[in-house]
């Protein structure tokens, strides 16, 4: 730059306004990032929920399945047992021994009844499970439609802003060297301080840009003459013209739907 030794106030507010302008369309992106990456965390979380609660579901299934088969190989003991103690009635020398017979073969069909009962239970536990199964994939597979959805917006998101980012980074590394160190540390010290990014502010309305407090008349006048730097006696932000001077700057940054536009409705 020609000028470079001493830059007037007016070029300094100037610089340090398309610095700001720079950093609102950056902290924009990050915004617009902040909740998507969340927001299909969350999902994904969601997903792994359902998918270990159909894997619960089969494993119990499995156990039930198991337990089943170890009926019917109880049933068939039993029913090879009540064989044997029939064929050994055929053989007995008395009474006695024949009745203690019979109390085993009772006994054996006892348990073969009850096979069949609990056989009859688990077969009921395996269907409602399977229910249970189908409804959480139906679940699932809507969640999961709902997360291929948003893993695309993402994904264009990322996409999207990343070469803006890469651009905007590389127009504020131009900018910063336009700006002398001392006023770029205070511009980040007052960036880092406040809860919308901005550092460098118009009057609007009669008010701060920042933080909306009413500026005096006669304070108004001094910031239109930019003769000195004059800083917001509220919030400390730098008020560097008032509205109308410097509206090509504003609507560069609002055009992208950024973070200006909140001070701008205000
Ligand atoms: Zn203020």
């Keep these: 730059m020609a000028q470079a030794m001493e830059k007037t106030i007016e070029q300094k507010l100037q610089a340090l306004l398309k610095l700001q302008g720079i950093d609102s369309e950056l902290d924009n992106i990050k915004r617009l990032r902040g909740d998507l990456p969340n927001e299909v965390q ?25 337990a089943i088969s170890d009926y019917k ?13 029939k064929n050994q009635q055929m053989n007995v020398k008395n009474n006695r021994e024949f ?7 009772e006994s054996e069909e006892l348990e073969i009844v009850l096979c069949d009962k609990k056989t009859k239970e688990a077969k009921e536990k395996i269907e ?14 809507d969640r999961n439609k709902y997360l291929q959805e948003k893993q695309k917006e993402l994904a264009q998101l990322v996409e999207e802003s990343e070469e803006e980012e890469k651009k905007l980074l590389a127009d504020r590394e131009k900018q910063k060297a336009q700006i002398d ?17 901005l ?6 309305r009669d008010a701060c840009g920042g933080c909306f407090n009413i ?3 006669q304070r108004q006048v001094d910031i239109r003459e930019k003769k000195k730097l004059i800083v917001c006696e509220h919030c400390g932000r730098i008020l560097a013209g008032v509205e109308e001077v410097a509206v090509q700057v504003d609507e560069k940054a609002t055009r992208k739907k950024g973070i200006r536009k909140v001070t701008e409705e205000a």
């Excluded at 190989?73 to 103690?85: C, G, V």
């Excluded at 550092?199 to 609007?204: D, E, M, N, P, T």
């Design 42 to 66: 969350d999902l994904e979380d969601e997903i792994a929920g359902y998918q270990t609660r159909i894997q619960r579901f089969e494993e119990q299934i499995k156990e039930l399945e198991h």
């Design 215 to 217: 500026v005096p008349p």
């Design 181 to 197: 160190e001392r006023l770029l540390i205070s511009y980040e010290k007052i960036r880092k301080n406040s809860s919308n990014g």
């Design 99 to 105: 009745d203690a017979l019979s109390k085993e073969i």
């Design 73 to 85: 190989n109880k049933k068939k003991e039993s029913e090879r047992l009540i064989e044997k103690y």
């Design 199 to 204: 550092a460098v502010v118009l009057v609007k």
């Design 128 to 141: 409602s499970k399977k229910v249970e199964i189908d409804n959480v994939k139906k679940i699932l597979a």
